[in-house]
């Protein structure tokens, strides 16, 4: 039997735990570290060349120092710029996370998506070329959020976040005519990892009711094809949650949902 694979998952911050906790459910029996670059967070406040020169060289520290058999980039920030570096740098299989655009534009009936990201993302000409490939005839409307991913961490650190701040991130979203169900946005692509850690106030905070795209379930059936599904050896799985500022982090609780129950070293 096969010893269970160590899966490393990589973000600016705490938003790709929510990336995190839908490979949990496929794969509980894996070996988990998860890697917050909180040192330099957010991502989305950075340049092209910073990130990658950034994010490149720590991911082969990582590797050396960890051993993973496989890793997830799960930021939309830095992989709509990273992978093919990574990719042309190390031999490991990498997923990342890009902005669901292609199955929004596919389910939208109105015809009107809105993709919800850090300002980095919306800039990028990845962001841009998925457009052009699989809008079809889609008005898609790209919103770059100065500040919603630093709301979802500090309510995920257990911080008072005010709804008026959400909304306002959230507002640009929501085009078209509110009082009319056929001609106004209905779907809104969740392009950055912290968003669906929010999601539960996201929703009473929408002037109307939308599809919300979170990548997520598919990035880990991605993580099963590349690794295969679950093996019959049970063992103590280990769970890991470095943080690259070496802050000590009060969150165990908090974070047990997002490792399958697990409390995380
Ligand atoms: N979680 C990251 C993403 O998916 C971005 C947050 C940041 O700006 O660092 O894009």
Same mark, same amino acid.
């Given at each position: ?9 990589? +973000? ?13 459910? !496929?794969?509980? +029996? $894996?070996?988990?570290?998860?890697? *917050? ?15 990658? *020169? ?10 050396? @120092?960890? *051993?993973? +058999?496989?890793?997830? %980039? ?19 299989? /990498? ?10 534009? *596919? ?18 000409? #990845? ?7 699989? @809008? ?15 709301? $979802? ?20 979203? /929501?085009?078209?005519?509110? $009082? ?5 946005? +209905?779907?809104?692509?969740? @392009?950055?990892?912290? #968003? &669906? ?17 979170? &990548? ?6 991605? !993580? ?6 679950? =093996? ?9 949650? %470095? ?14 949902? /997002? /490792?399958? =129950?697990?409390?995380?070293?």
């Amino acid at each position: 039997m096969p010893s269970p694979p160590t899966i490393l998952v990589f +973000d600016s911050g705490l938003g790709g735990l929510s990336v995190l906790r839908e490979i949990v459910a !496929v794969r509980p +029996d $894996a070996d988990y570290v998860y890697v *917050a670059d909180d040192a330099f967070f957010p991502y989305g406040h950075h340049s092209e060349e910073e990130i990658v *020169a950034r994010v490149v060289p720590l991911v082969g520290e990582l590797m050396a @120092a960890h *051993a993973p +058999d496989l890793i997830v %980039i799960a930021c939309n920030t830095a992989s709509t710029l990273v992978m093919s570096h990574l990719r042309a740098a190390y031999t490991l299989p /990498f997923v990342g996370t890009v902005p669901a655009i292609k199955p929004a534009c *596919a389910q939208s009936k109105t015809r009107r998506v809105s993709v919800l990201g850090t300002k980095g993302t919306v800039q990028r000409e #990845y962001t841009r070329g998925l457009i052009r490939d699989f @809008a079809q005839d889609c008005e898609v409307t790209l919103v770059g959020s100065p500040e919603l991913a630093s709301l $979802a961490e500090r309510a995920l650190g257990g911080e008072e976040v005010d709804d008026a701040d959400i909304a306002a991130e959230l507002a640009p979203c /929501f085009v078209g005519d509110g $009082a009319d169900a056929t001609a106004r946005t +209905d779907t809104v692509v969740l @392009a950055c990892t912290h #968003y &669906p850690l929010l999601l539960d106030r996201l929703i009473p905070l929408a002037p109307w009711d939308v599809a919300w795209i979170d &990548p997520a379930p598919a990035i880990a059936r991605r !993580v099963i094809d590349l690794l295969g599904g679950p =093996g019959g050896a049970s063992h103590h799985c280990r769970a890991e949650m %470095i943080f690259t500022s070496k802050r000590p982090h009060r969150l165990s609780r908090t974070l047990m949902p /997002f /490792f399958g =129950g697990r409390v995380p070293a």
